[in-house]
Nanobody
Framework: QVQLVESGGGLVQAGGSLRLSCAAS????????MGWYRQAPGKQRELVAT???????NYADSVKGRFTISRDNAKKTMYLQMNSLKPEDTAVYYC????????WGQGTQVTVSS
């Protein structure tokens, strides 16, 4: 059974940085495309960044140049380095893995104060 566990969220001031981690189990991992999504209160879940099994990346326009997605296949872990954080980045961040099904983590709260 695939399980995804996010960590690294928290409270940070505007302009600060955080690094999110998503640890996977129950999957080979290196063959899976993965991504980070976020959901702010009262809004729909939106894509933040994706990374393919080959390492190709894609970013939402709102985070380009500030966020970096990466993966460590040996550790079965995906990361999201978030720099120059803005209050509008406040949301619950979710890890997603594309396998036979689409799998989601439980989410980690990121709060950016102004």
């Amino acid at each position: 059974q695939v399980q995804l566990v996010e960590s690294g969220g928290g409270l940070v001031q505007a302009g600060g940085s955080l690094r999110l981690s998503c640890a996977a189990s129950g999957t080979i991992f290196r063959f899976n495309d993965m991504g980070w999504y976020r959901q702010a209160p009262g809004k729909q879940r939106e894509l933040v960044a994706t990374i393919t099994s080959a390492g190709s990346t894609n970013y939402a326009d709102s985070v380009k140049g500030r966020f970096t997605i990466s993966r460590d296949n040996a550790k079965k872990t995906m990361y999201l380095q978030m720099n120059s954080l803005k209050p509008e980045d406040t949301a619950v961040y979710y890890c997603n893995l594309q396998g036979v099904y689409s799998y989601w983590g439980q989410g980690t709260q990121v709060t950016v104060s102004s």
